[in-house]
């Protein structure tokens, strides 16, 4: 499903790089959920970006279902992340200007869809993650775990066949991240969609398939 | 998606009431500045009644005349003698008026005191100028040249001085005589300085001396009107006039040189602001142009310093939107479509105060008989120029910010 192959970041500035991955290979296949570990700055979240085709590796090849996209256009780009990829931040990134179902339905604006259609699957979306009694409320009126819910929902709502989570739990306590974790679970097993969550916490990354540990930019294990 | 895009607008434009206030106040205003402008200079310049012809119809208003000793004597100061000889005289217009500039009367009815701007012209004026008669006729060739005691009122003196009597075949004293009044115009206003009067006389009646052989002079200042029977004529009227001026006599031993043409509205406007020696339009239009150019320039910064600002605080909304579809191109087309719709709010207000304002103007008698119309022509252009800067200055940022990573965007980075 992804394939990271001899991939390198490396940060330039007038004076100083910083390397932010080195060498890193890795093969995700469909249906797949894994962790991705290791400590602060280690290049977890820039490997993260790198695999959701939001940043760009200074060296290697990025395959996303056995294809390149190194040489694919801004607008291929775009077409590939809304109709592969959803993402969950840790810190949601939703649109506080739009409601909560306007936000779910963001990924659908970016296909050809009618209104009703993309009301109906962004209201089933918010159903998956409980969240259907708040669909006009905005994202200043939930908590925490809420907005995540609503980050999630906006991240599965247009079907995608791969998930990359970016800590997705933590900004919240241990009960709502347990529920979070419960909510990528269930579409795991469910709906077969490819994880990769980054996490610190060891307790949710064992509950997972496989974890990836980074150190200072490389792969340990 | 535009209902989305509609949404997000409406809602950034509420969340920054000051900016939202700065961007309507720039293009409103300016857009207000140029219709006010536009509608004036309609108004002054354009075609509309009594002035229909004013295609075809040219003018000798303003002269300067050099002396022996390099004096000069520059204005409106053509004498009626010079005029009757060089203009009068004309073969290629249609035909050719000569009148005098208004000047202001006092006359009493039952001791009440009227003051009335009045008019000497000749029968021709009425030919030359399109004027609604409300009621009777204009003077003939006739009655000019045979001094009938007949004049030609405007709607607000029927009212004023007959205050609801018939006006027609009612006499009016004005300068120490009685006149027959014989048709009521429409008013005129102010601004369309040749056709202006309360009441329009014989020019016959005049005070001036009209064969006194002298080139310059006569109170309170003449002018000509040519019409031409066609606009190609025009070029042919001014070279047989530039020709006539050749063969000016010089009868006072004083002046030396005349320099005068005859000039379309636009043309004698621009040499008075002595723009062009030759009553050239062209300087004026040009500088016209500018002007609107610096005047549409001004919100364009504004909205292009704004629409910076307001963009770059939205870059997490952009790195949000572009994880998860949204092309460059597109995010361009969202901040395109929210400056169109901030400039057509700033259009809309713009038309309701300025059909407000000119709407007090006309009211009010600050200007007498001016009526000022909203020109939705010009408001439309004005309206289409505000869109083109609106979407200049939104691309260039939106521009700016669609070519970041998604993921600089995201962390709110914006270089």
Same mark, same amino acid.
């Given at each position: 499903?992804?394939?990271?192959?001899?991939?390198?970041?490396?940060?330039?500035?007038?004076?100083?790089?910083?390397?932010?991955?080195?060498?890193?290979?890795?093969?995700?296949?469909?249906?797949?959920?894994?962790?991705?570990?290791?400590?602060?700055?280690?290049?977890?979240?820039?490997?993260?970006?790198?695999?959701?085709?939001?940043?760009?590796?200074?060296?290697?090849?990025?395959?996303?279902?056995?294809?390149?996209?190194?040489?694919?256009?801004?607008?291929?780009?775009?077409?590939?992340?809304?109709?592969?990829?959803?993402?969950?931040?840790?810190?949601?990134?939703?649109?506080?200007?739009?409601?909560?179902?306007?936000?779910?339905?963001?990924?659908?604006?970016?296909?050809?869809?009618?209104?009703?259609?993309?009301?109906?699957?962004?209201?089933?979306?918010?159903?998956?993650?409980?969240?259907?009694?708040?669909?006009?409320?905005?994202?200043?009126?939930?908590?925490?775990?809420?907005?995540?819910?609503?980050?999630?929902?906006?991240?599965?709502?247009?079907?995608?066949?791969?998930?990359?989570?970016?800590?997705?739990?933590?900004?919240?306590?241990?009960?709502?991240?347990?529920?979070?974790?419960?909510?990528?679970?269930?579409?795991?097993?469910?709906?077969?969609?490819?994880?990769?969550?980054?996490?610190?916490?060891?307790?949710?990354?064992?509950?997972?398939?496989?974890?990836?540990?980074?150190?200072?930019?490389?792969?340990?294990? | 998606?535009?209902?989305?895009?509609?949404?997000?607008?409406?809602?950034?434009?509420?969340?920054?009431?000051?900016?939202?206030?700065?961007?309507?106040?720039?293009?409103?205003?300016?857009? !207000?500045?140029?219709?006010?402008?536009?509608?004036?200079?309609?108004?002054?310049?354009?075609?509309?009644? /009594?002035?229909?012809?004013?295609?075809?119809?040219?003018?000798?208003?303003?002269?300067?005349?050099?002396?022996?000793?390099?004096?000069?004597?520059?204005?409106?100061?053509?004498?009626?003698?010079?005029?009757?000889?060089?203009?009068?005289?004309?073969?290629?217009?249609?035909?050719?008026?000569?009148?005098?500039?208004?000047?202001?009367?006092?006359?009493?009815?039952?001791?009440?005191?009227?003051?009335?701007?009045?008019?000497?012209?000749?029968?021709?004026?009425?030919?030359?100028?399109?004027?609604?008669?409300?009621?009777?006729?204009?003077?003939?060739?006739?009655?000019?040249?045979?001094?009938?005691?007949?004049?030609?009122?405007?709607?607000?003196?029927?009212?004023?001085?007959?205050?609801?009597?018939?006006?027609?075949?009612?006499?009016?004293?004005?300068?120490?005589?009685?006149?027959?009044?014989?048709?009521?115009?429409?008013?005129?206003?102010?601004?369309?300085?040749?056709?202006?009067?309360?009441?329009?006389? /014989?020019?016959?009646?005049?005070?001036? /001396?009209?064969?006194?052989?002298?080139?310059?002079?006569?109170?309170?200042?003449?002018?000509?009107?040519?019409?031409?029977?066609?606009?190609?004529?025009?070029?042919?009227?001014?070279?047989?006039?530039?020709?006539?001026?050749?063969?000016?006599?010089?009868?006072?031993?004083?002046?030396?040189?005349?320099?005068?043409?005859?000039?379309?509205?636009?043309?004698?406007?621009?040499?008075?602001?002595?723009?062009?020696?030759?009553?050239?339009?062209?300087? !004026?239009?040009?500088?016209?142009?500018?002007?609107?150019?610096?005047?549409?320039?001004?919100?364009?910064?504004?909205?292009?310093?704004?629409?910076?600002?307001?963009?770059?605080?939205?870059?997490?909304?952009?790195?949000?939107?572009?994880?998860?579809?949204?092309?460059?191109?597109?995010?361009?087309?969202?901040?395109?479509?929210?400056?169109?719709?901030?400039?057509?709010?700033?259009?809309?207000?713009?038309?309701?105060?300025?059909?407000?304002?000119?709407?007090?103007?006309?009211?009010?008698?600050?200007?007498?008989?001016?009526?000022?119309?909203?020109?939705?022509?010009?408001?439309?252009?004005?309206?289409?120029?505000?869109?083109?800067?609106?979407?200049?200055?939104?691309?260039?940022?939106?521009?700016?910010?669609?070519?970041?990573?998604?993921?600089?965007?995201?962390?709110?980075?914006?270089?």
């Amino acid at each position: 499903m992804i394939r990271l192959s001899t991939i390198e970041k490396v940060y330039r500035t007038a004076k100083i790089e910083t390397i932010a991955l080195k060498d890193v290979n890795l093969h995700i296949k469909r249906g797949e959920f894994l962790s991705i570990m290791g400590p602060s700055g280690c290049g977890k979240s820039t490997m993260l970006n790198i695999m959701g085709l939001l940043d760009q590796p200074s060296q290697g090849v990025v395959e996303i279902d056995s294809e390149h996209v190194a040489k694919f256009s801004d607008r291929k780009l775009a077409r590939l992340r809304n109709a592969m990829i959803g993402f969950v931040f840790q810190s949601y990134h939703l649109i506080n200007d739009l409601s909560v179902v306007d936000n779910v339905e963001i990924p659908l604006l970016y296909r050809s869809m009618s209104g009703s259609s993309r009301r109906k699957l962004a209201l089933e979306a918010l159903d998956k993650v409980g969240l259907n009694a708040r669909t006009r409320h905005f994202p200043s009126q939930l908590s925490g775990g809420q907005r995540q819910r609503v980050a999630i929902a906006r991240a599965i709502v247009g079907s995608p066949q791969i998930i990359l989570a970016d800590e997705p739990t933590g900004n919240l306590d241990s009960v709502m991240g347990a529920e979070i974790m419960d909510i990528l679970n269930k579409l795991n097993q469910e709906e077969q969609t490819t994880i990769v969550m980054v996490t610190h916490d060891e307790i949710l990354a064992s509950q997972t398939q496989r974890i990836i540990r980074l150190f200072d930019g490389s792969q340990v294990n | 998606m535009l209902i989305n895009y509609l949404k997000i607008a409406i809602k950034v434009l509420l969340r920054h009431k000051l900016f939202t206030f700065i961007s309507l106040f720039g293009i409103s205003l300016t857009l !207000l500045i140029l219709i006010m402008v536009t509608s004036l200079l309609d108004h002054t310049f354009g075609s509309q009644p /009594p002035e229909l012809k004013l295609d075809r119809t040219l003018s000798i208003t303003m002269g300067l005349l050099t002396s022996k000793d390099g004096g000069q004597s520059n204005g409106p100061v053509m004498s009626p003698y010079f005029l009757k000889k060089y203009v009068k005289s004309l073969k290629t217009p249609e035909v050719v008026s000569m009148s005098s500039f208004h000047n202001r009367v006092i006359t009493y009815k039952n001791r009440t005191k009227f003051r009335l701007d009045i008019k000497y012209t000749d029968s021709e004026f009425f030919e030359i100028l399109d004027f609604n008669f409300l009621e009777g006729n204009p003077y003939s060739l006739n009655d000019v040249s045979s001094r009938r005691n007949v004049i030609v009122i405007n709607q607000n003196t029927r009212e004023q001085y007959f205050d609801g009597e018939e006006a027609i075949g009612n006499t009016m004293e004005v300068e120490g005589e009685k006149f027959r009044v014989i048709g009521v115009v429409e008013n005129c206003s102010i601004l369309r300085i040749m056709p202006y009067a309360d009441v329009w006389l /014989p020019l016959t009646f005049s005070k001036t /001396p009209l064969d006194e052989v002298t080139l310059i002079g006569g109170f309170p200042g003449w002018f000509a009107m040519m019409l031409a029977t066609d606009e190609s004529d025009i070029p042919a009227i001014k070279k047989e006039f530039q020709n006539q001026l050749a063969l000016v006599e010089y009868p006072d031993d004083k002046w030396v040189e005349i320099k005068t043409a005859a000039s379309t509205y636009a043309e004698a406007f621009s040499r008075n602001l002595r723009l062009s020696e030759e009553g050239n339009a062209k300087p !004026l239009l040009i500088i016209l142009f500018i002007l609107m150019i610096l005047f549409m320039l001004l919100p364009t910064i504004n909205l292009v310093n704004i629409n910076l600002s307001r963009i770059m605080e939205r870059s997490s909304e952009i790195g949000v939107r572009k994880a998860f579809g949204a092309s460059s191109l597109t995010l361009v087309g969202q901040f395109v479509v929210e400056n169109v719709i901030i400039t057509l709010i700033g259009g809309a207000i713009a038309l309701i105060l300025a059909i407000g304002i000119l709407e007090i103007i006309n009211s009010s008698s600050l200007i007498p008989y001016v009526n000022f119309s909203l020109n939705y022509r010009i408001f439309f252009n004005s309206l289409v120029i505000c869109l083109f800067f609106g979407l200049f200055s939104g691309v260039y940022p939106a521009f700016k910010m669609s070519r970041l990573q998604p993921v600089d965007a995201l962390r709110g980075e914006s270089s």
